[in-house]
C-alpha cells in the first residue's frame, strides 16, 4: 500500500522539523507494507491509495486554501482522518458543538478581541487573567496571555477563555485515541512562568494514567463528533472549581507522543491497513485482509 503523508508545504518552517518527526513512524509502517511518501499538503491530494493527515502543519496559515482542499477531496482516495472530520476540526468553534452536546468545555468566548470583548470576558469569567488566541490556530501561533488594561491583540476571529492556573500544576491532560481506542496518555505542564506546554517554550511531558472523569468526557466528546477519527488526541485541564474540561480535541496533526509510546506508529499502521481493507504482511508473519470501520472509542 503506498500512503501520502501529507507535510507542511514547501519551503513552510515547519518542513523539517516535521520531516524528522515523519520518520519515526517510517519503520513500523514498512513493516506492515505501507510505504510512505511524503507530499507537501498544498499540492494533495496526490495519487497514493489513501492518505494521512497527521503532519499537513502549517495548514493554519492558509485556512480558506485547506478547506477548499478538503471540500474537493475525492471519494475514491480514502483520507485519514475524513475531509469533513478534518474541516469541521479546523476552526475551534467545534466546542461548542461539543458543548452543546454534553461536553464540559473551557468556558470561551468566540468573536472580535476587541478592548470591550475583553473587558466582557474578565468580567464573565471573573478571572485576573485571559488567553487569547485565534480560532485557527496551531502551536500556541499568535496565543497571548493578558491581564487588566493589556492592550488587546489584533485577532479578528478569536476564542477568548480564562487562564488556568492547572496548566502550571496539575498540568494539561492529554488523550490519545488510535483506531478508536484508547491507547495511552500524557500529562502536559508547562514552565514556570509560562502557560505554553509545548517544548519548545519548556514545557514538560510526562506518561499519565488517566482518572475516570477524563476517560468519560472523552467518551462523551468522541460520542459528539461528526464522524469517528481514525486517531485523536483529547486534550483536558482542571477549572477553578476542580472539574476537569476539554480544552481541545484534535484530529488533524496532533502529536501523538511517540517517545512515551513507541508502539502507537504500528498501531496506527494496523488501523490504516483495518480501515481501508489492505492486505498486510507484518515481517515473519503469514498475510491478512481486515475491513473495519472505527465507531466510539474503546476505553478497556
Given at each position: ?127 485576573p487573567e485571559l488567553v487569547v488566541k ?126 512515551h509510546a513507541p508502539h502507537v506508529a ?35
Amino acid at each position: 500500500m503506498r500512503l501520502d503523508l501529507l507535510m507542511p508545504a514547501r519551503g513552510d518552517a515547519y518542513a523539517p522539523v516535521a520531516a524528522e518527526a515523519a520518520e519515526a513512524y517510517r519503520p513500523a509502517f514498512a513493516a506492515r507494507g505501507i510505504e510512505l511518501t511524503a507530499l507537501p499538503w498544498p499540492e494533495a491530494p496526490g495519487d497514493g491509495d489513501a492518505a494521512l493527515a497527521l503532519f499537513a502543519w502549517g495548514y493554519h496559515f492558509a485556512p480558506a486554501r485547506w478547506r477548499a482542499l478538503l471540500a474537493a477531496w475525492p471519494a475514491a482516495r480514502p483520507l485519514i482522518n475524513p475531509p469533513a472530520l478534518l474541516a469541521w476540526n479546523a476552526r475551534k468553534t467545534y466546542l461548542l458543538a461539543l458543548e452543546a452536546a454534553g461536553v464540559p468545555i473551557v468556558p470561551s468566548h468566540f468573536g472580535p478581541a476587541t478592548p470591550e470583548a475583553i473587558a466582557a470576558a474578565f468580567a464573565a469569567f471573573d478571572t485576573p487573567e485571559l488567553v487569547v488566541k485565534p480560532q485557527v490556530s496551531a502551536g500556541s501561533h499568535e496565543t497571548h496571555r493578558l491581564e487588566p488594561g493589556d492592550s488587546a491583540p489584533p485577532i479578528d476571529d478569536a476564542i477568548l477563555q480564562p487562564f488556568l492556573p492547572a496548566i502550571g500544576t496539575e498540568g494539561e491532560l492529554s488523550l490519545l485515541f488510535i483506531g478508536g481506542r484508547f491507547s495511552h496518555a500524557v500529562r502536559k505542564v508547562a514552565a514556570p512562568g509560562d502557560f505554553r506546554i509545548q517544548p519548545q517554550f519548556g514545557g514538560r511531558f510526562s506518561p499519565l494514567d488517566p482518572p475516570p472523569q477524563a476517560r468519560a468526557i472523552a467518551t462523551a466528546a468522541f460520542a459528539a463528533l461528526p464522524a469517528p477519527p481514525l486517531y485523536a488526541r483529547v486534550d483536558l485541564i482542571r477549572l477553578a472549581d476542580g472539574k476537569l474540561a476539554l480544552m481541545e480535541l484534535e484530529v488533524t496533526e496532533p502529536d501523538l507522543y511517540l517517545d512515551h509510546a513507541p508502539h502507537v506508529a504500528d498501531d496506527l499502521a494496523a488501523a490504516i491497513l483495518a480501515h481501508t481493507g489492505h492486505t498486510h504482511r507484518i515481517s515473519g508473519t503469514p498475510a491478512s485482509t481486515t475491513s473495519s470501520d472505527s465507531g466510539a472509542p474503546s476505553l478497556a
